[in-house]
């Protein structure tokens, strides 16, 4: 069974960076695409940053140019960079596999503030 845990969340100014990490246990990690969505209190989660096993990475429009999305297979982690973070950006933020497994993570929570 695949167990995520989420960690690297805080409170940042508008304008600062945040990194966050998921570790992921379970088999075969490296062979998944792994995503990071994020979600704010009463909203759907959203799909915000993808890296497939090969590296190849994949953005929405709202976060392009500010977050990248990289791994370790050797650490079963992946990251996400977040630079430039704007105050309508607090969001609880979570990874899963792709296609998703039904027991999510609790997620990091990400508070932009000044």
């Known amino acids: 069974q695949v167990q995520l845990v989420e960690s690297g969340g805080g409170l940042v100014q508008p304008g600062g960076s945040l990194r966050l990490s998921c570790s992921a246990s379970?088999?075969?990690?490296?062979?998944?695409?792994m995503d990071w969505y994020r979600q704010a209190p009463g909203k759907q989660r959203e799909l915000v940053a993808s890296?497939?096993?090969?590296?190849?990475?994949n953005y929405a429009d709202s976060v392009q140019g500010r977050l990248t999305i990289s791994r370790d297979n050797a650490k079963n982690t992946v990251y996400l960079q977040m630079n430039n973070l704007k105050p309508a950006e607090t969001y609880n933020y979570y990874c899963?596999?792709?296609?998703?497994?039904?027991?999510w993570g609790k997620g990091t929570q990400v508070n932009v503030s000044s």
């Open positions: 899963n596999r792709r296609p998703p497994t039904d027991t």
């Open positions: 379970g088999p075969v990690f490296r062979t998944y695409t």
């Open positions: 890296i497939t096993a090969s590296g190849s990475t």
